[in-house]
């Protein structure tokens, strides 16, 4: 295993790389605050962040991303094009995989441009394949934005999208979801007795739990409402499943795309995007032709990403993480903006891993 000097002293020179392309070198403080930060996280960063409590300054937490706090600086300076790295340590709790380092060191690179998107997103991929040549690694790539297009425009009620964009990084809530907004599985027993009751409430046993009366009643409401709405059409169902199970280089993913979107129109303006993608890559010198396209991919990555994904792995190594990774978060810096809005895409290198490859290939 590298040291943690080896380790630094290769995130500086990775680091020394990305501002060589122009990017402005930027710092976080290790200790951030907690309360904003770990809503925008997903699901997973939330449970394993270390926090910790001030007297001054209330629920702090250790930096686990460099992102979020980035982004926090960008648009509170103002919503202008720009290029920042980064390097210094991440902290996340590794309660399931005590194999897995809970500090390591990141290495970023950010673009802010709404000039050309597309353009933006193969800037941030080349770079960072460069900066792994001679690794053997497989680049996977995704685009959250199809899927989050495709549920969005299906033709039920607001309450059931709202459901399943929510769930789209939970890909077995997702697909329990779909099952139920499709009539597949059966209503429990003990759910239709309750919804078949005129008022559930009414002589039941002393209130437990942390549901007030109200909250329950309006959870019935709303169990009710969607039992009487009609399922999601077979054919959107079926389509939507085609396009979840895509996974092929990215020309002929696209024409599979193409081809799915016949009966999911909604899709079409992310197609249009990730063609867009596709050629700048192919104008970077990324081998589209052999570059793996995955529907689904990154649903189990950062939730604030809403479009380009991508992650670059050792297959020779199926223990170690992705070497790096990184995606589009055009909707964070809306939230962040207070108005202004900017789209950005970005990427993070993990010099220990690399340090580590470099070292089991001599």
Excluded: N
Excluded at 26 to 50: C, H, N, S
């Amino acid at each position: 295993m590298p040291s943690r000097a080896e380790t630094l002293a290769r995130a500086a020179l990775l680091r020394a790389g990305f501002e060589a392309a122009g990017a402005q070198p930027v710092e976080t403080p290790i200790l951030q605050p907690a309360e904003t930060l770990l809503d925008l996280y997903g699901e997973d960063i939330r449970a394993r962040a270390y926090v910790t409590s001030d007297a001054l300054r209330g629920e702090q937490m250790l930096r686990p991303d460099f992102t979020v706090p980035v982004v926090q600086m960008h648009m509170a300076d103002g919503a202008e094009p720009a290029r920042y790295t980064y390097a210094g340590e991440v902290f996340r709790r590794q309660e399931h995989d005590p194999e897995r380092a809970s500090e390591y060191a990141q290495v970023g690179f950010e673009v802010f441009d709404r000039t050309d998107p597309a353009a933006a997103d193969a800037e941030v991929f080349a770079r960072i394949a460069d900066a792994l040549a001679g690794l053997q690694l497989r680049a996977a790539t995704g685009d959250i934005g199809v899927l989050m297009a495709a549920v969005r425009g299906l033709d039920t009620s607001e309450r059931r999208r709202a459901a399943l964009m929510r769930h789209i990084w939970r890909p077995h809530r997702f697909r329990a979801l779909l099952d139920r907004f499709a009539h597949r599985v059966p209503v429990p027993p003990a759910r239709a007795a309750m919804l078949a009751c005129a008022d559930p409430l009414a002589g039941c046993a002393p209130q437990i739990g942390k549901r007030s009366r109200a909250e329950v009643a309006a959870r019935i409401a709303a169990l009710r409402a969607d039992a009487a709405e009609p399922p999601i059409s077979a054919i959107e169902l079926t389509a939507l499943e085609a396009l979840l199970g895509v996974r092929e280089t990215a020309p002929f993913a696209l024409r599979h795309l193409r081809d799915i979107a016949a009966d999911l129109p909604q899709i079409g303006p992310a197609l249009d995007r990730l063609e867009a993608r596709i050629a700048a890559l192919a104008a970077r010198g990324i081998d589209v032709d052999h570059l793996d396209f995955e529907a689904s991919y990154g649903r189990s990555s950062m939730e604030y990403y809403d479009g380009f994904v991508f992650g670059f792995y050792a297959e020779r190594r199926p223990d170690l993480p992705a070497i790096a990774s990184g995606g589009r978060y055009d909707a964070l810096t809306r939230r962040l903006g207070q108005g202004a809005e900017i789209p950005a895409v970005g990427g993070v290198l993990r010099p220990g891993l690399i340090l580590e490859l470099e070292g089991a290939a001599r």
